[in-house]
């Protein structure tokens, strides 16, 4: 459990963290990967030769009797919604982090990167059942109260329930938005809820994993315990056949969670705990604008 100061400290960090990696790599990055709600009209002025033609304003142009266009510009303000996985399973790393903690920097990323740019912000977590709303809004002020909960939010011994965050965010959230769902995504059945919130919003995963989830070490027999159920059992990871077994059901999981995010039409990420998530992100809003 952190003391106020070390939160005070930790939320410090964080921003200067964010605000280091929105300015020197994101810039533009991220304005421009996501769409805004539209075009407003903004002024008229002469028409040029090689502007739309479907743009004339014939009414100014009459009275002028010069042709005279309309401009438009974009409609920059969104409304993100960072969807944050509080379960047990979360508390696990074994190489350079746990997978909160990367959650946890992600997160601040994002929300410091939406408000930089005027976006709205807001955060549900979730486990076993929906553990907090914060609703979007705009600021440095609600950027930090939203870290400042991404850091002092407890993982207790809770399940993942996806779906029922899932519909809780369709039913508060009305404004289309884009919405992160930072999560290991041990869960199923989620994929029809996944497909309505794909209709309306743009749907990012960001899939946080350990190495360890994917791969057992050869280190004889081990007890292991289900992080979120409490359950323990003994198993020889000195046997080939438990640790193939053990990546394949990895390997299922990947696929289960690809295949929801593909009939949805979202997108997913998977970032390792022990990759450059900087990286991932900076390619991916390349990618997008």
């Known amino acids: 459990m952190l003391t106020t100061e070390e939160i005070i400290q930790k939320v410090r960090e964080l921003e200067i963290k964010s605000k280091k990696i929105t300015t020197h790599l994101f810039t533009g990055e991220y ?9 407003s009209f903004r002024e008229v002025r002469e028409y040029y030769a090689g502007d739309d033609v479907r743009f004339i304003d014939w009414n100014v142009s009459a009275r002028l009797s010069h042709p005279f266009t309309k401009v438009f510009e974009e409609e920059r303000e969104l409304t993100v919604m960072l969807m944050i996985d509080t379960s ?12 909160k903690d990367l959650i946890v920097e992600m997160a601040a990323v994002l929300a410091f990167s939406a408000v930089s740019n005027n976006d709205k912000v807001g955060c549900i977590f979730f486990s076993d059942k929906m553990d907090k709303y914060i609703a979007p809004k705009k600021g440095r002020q609600h950027a930090l109260y939203i870290v400042r909960e991404l850091l002092t939010m407890e993982a207790t011994k809770k399940g993942t329930n996806l779906d ?3 519909k809780f965010f ?9 919405a992160f ?3 290991d995504f041990i ?11 794909g209709n309306k919003h743009d749907v990012i995963g960001i899939r946080v994993y350990d190495k360890m989830d994917m791969q057992l070490p050869d280190a004889g027999l081990l007890q292991v315990q289900d992080a979120e159920t409490g359950n323990t059992k003994w198993i020889d990871s000195s046997s080939a056949l438990v640790r193939y077994n053990y990546q394949q059901y990895f390997m299922q999981q990947s696929e289960v969670s690809k ?5 949805a039409g979202a997108e997913l990420l998977h970032v390792r705990t022990d990759d450059d998530y900087v990286k991932i992100l900076q390619k991916f809003f390349i990618k997008r604008s």
């Open 31 to 39: 304005h421009s990967a996501f769409k805004g709600k539209g075009m």
């Open 187 to 197: 869960a199923t059945g989620y994929d029809d809820d996944l497909k309505v919130i």
């Open 181 to 183: 769902i930072l999560s």
């Open 170 to 178: 369709s039913r508060s959230v009305k404004q289309r938005s884009i």
């Open 259 to 263: 295949n929801y995010f593909r009939k």
């Open 164 to 166: 029922a965050a899932i």
């Open 88 to 99: 047990a399973s979360n508390l696990f790393g074994t190489v350079a982090k746990q997978k």
